[in-house]
C-alpha cells in the first residue's frame, strides 16, 4: 500500500498562478492531493493557511502560498533532479524576472481576455476585443523572437520561467475567447516542448 501524498495543493481551476503551480508539480514528478477551492468559499484555505488568497501548498506542519514562493520551495525541497530554478547567477536572475513578466503583463492580459473588460473592469465593445487581441499578439511576437534558434526561455533546460509563462498562455488558449496565432512557430514548438516536460497528473 502507497502512503497518502503529504503535498496537499489548495487551488483554482482557472487561475494561471495556480496552473503555474501545477506545472510546477507535473515538472518534479510530484504527487499531491488536490482540494479546488471555490472562489465565493474560501474558508478552507484561509483555516490552512491564515488568509484567502491561492495556491497554498502544505507540506506537514509547513504553508506555503503565492506560486513564486512555491517555485522556490518545491526547487528546495523537492528537486528530484530538476532545477527549476537555475543556478547560476544570470540565468537565475532572468528566471525570476520571466515569472514576474508572467504575472506583471500575461496576468492582465489573461483576465481582460477572462472577462473581457478593459483596465477600468467596463465590457469590451468589439474595438476593445480587437485591441485586446493585438496586444496578445504584440507579446506573443516578442516571445516568438526570444525563442528563436533556443529551446526554453533560459537556458538548455525547463525552469521557472518556461513554466510561468507557459501556464499563463495555456489558461488563456483554453479558457478565454482570444487566441495566439498559429505564426508564431517558435512559440508553439516551445509551447509543446513544455508540455512534454510535465509528467500526467498524479493527485488525489
Known amino acids: 500500500m502507497t502512503d497518502e ?3 496537499q495543493l489548495y487551488h483554482f481551476q482557472r487561475c494561471p498562478y495556480c496552473e503555474k503551480t501545477r506545472r510546477a508539480l507535473r515538472t518534479l514528478h510530484l ?3 488536490s482540494h479546488i477551492i471555490d472562489p465565493q468559499d474560501r474558508s478552507k484555505v484561509q483555516e490552512v493557511s491564515g488568509q484567502e488568497q491561492v495556491p497554498v501548498i502544505t507540506e506537514g506542519d509547513t504553508v506555503v502560498n503565492d506560486s513564486s514562493e512555491i517555485f522556490e520551495y518545491l526547487d528546495s525541497y523537492h528537486g528530484n533532479g530538476v532545477q527549476i530554478i537555475p543556478e547560476r547567477d544570470h540565468e537565475r536572475g532572468m528566471a525570476k524576472i520571466f515569472d514576474q513578466y508572467a ?4 496576468g492582465p492580459l489573461y483576465y481582460g481576455a ?5 483596465e477600468h473592469g467596463d465590457a469590451l465593445d468589439e474595438e476593445g476585443k480587437q485591441a485586446l487581441q493585438h496586444s496578445i499578439d504584440e507579446e506573443a511576437g516578442v516571445l516568438n523572437q ?4 533556443q529551446l526554453y526561455l ?3 533546460s525547463i525552469s521557472m520561467a518556461d513554466l510561468a509563462v507557459s501556464a499563463f498562455l495555456n489558461r488563456l488558449i483554453e479558457m478565454t475567447n482570444f487566441t495566439i496565432d498559429k505564426r508564431y512557430e517558435h512559440l ?3 509551447c509543446n516542448r513544455v508540455k512534454a516536460q510535465l509528467s500526467p497528473q498524479n493527485h488525489g
Open 114 to 118: 477572462l472577462k473581457e473588460i478593459d
Open 154 to 156: 533560459v537556458g538548455a
Open 103 to 106: 504575472d506583471a503583463v500575461l
Open 188 to 190: 508553439w514548438d516551445w
Open 5 to 7: 501524498p503529504e503535498i
Open 146 to 149: 526570444l525563442l528563436s534558434g
Open 31 to 33: 504527487d499531491y492531493d
